[in-house]
């Protein structure tokens, strides 16, 4: 069983910064690989960017450039540094990972970039 519990949302202006926080609660989090999704209203759920269990990164193309996703295994948390923000990356975004052949996901995070 995984527990994990997003937070760091808010409303900013185009241009500007936010990062997210996914806490995990659970068994072994160091060798579980996490993502962050997201919703925009009327939008199907995608993926924005995902971490392995070594750090490595992979991103949408929508992002790359723009945010960046890291883990601390030591504090059972994955951070997303959302930087330059559009309108577009308007949506909830949720943290993800599978486990033990179970999906897991977060209640999600409000993200209103906006002037």
């Known amino acids: 069983q995984v527990t994990l519990v997003e937070s760091g949302g808010g409303l900013v202006q185009p241009g500007g910064s936010l990062r997210l926080s996914c806490a995990a609660s659970?068994?072994?989090?160091?060798?579980?690989?996490m993502a962050w999704y997201r919703q925009a209203e009327g939008m199907q759920r995608e993926l924005v960017a995902k971490?392995?269990?070594?750090?490595?990164?992979q991103y949408s193309d929508s992002v790359v450039g723009r945010f960046t996703i890291s883990r601390e295994d030591a504090k059972n948390t994955m951070y997303l540094q959302m930087d330059n923000l559009k309108p577009e990356d308007t949506a909830t975004y949720y943290c993800?990972?599978?486990?033990?052949?179970?999906?897991?996901w977060g209640q999600g995070t409000q993200v209103t970039v906006s002037s």
């Open positions: 993800h990972c599978s486990y033990q052949f179970n999906d897991y």
């Open positions: 659970g068994p072994r989090f160091a060798v579980i690989p």
């Open positions: 971490v392995s269990t070594l750090g490595h990164a």
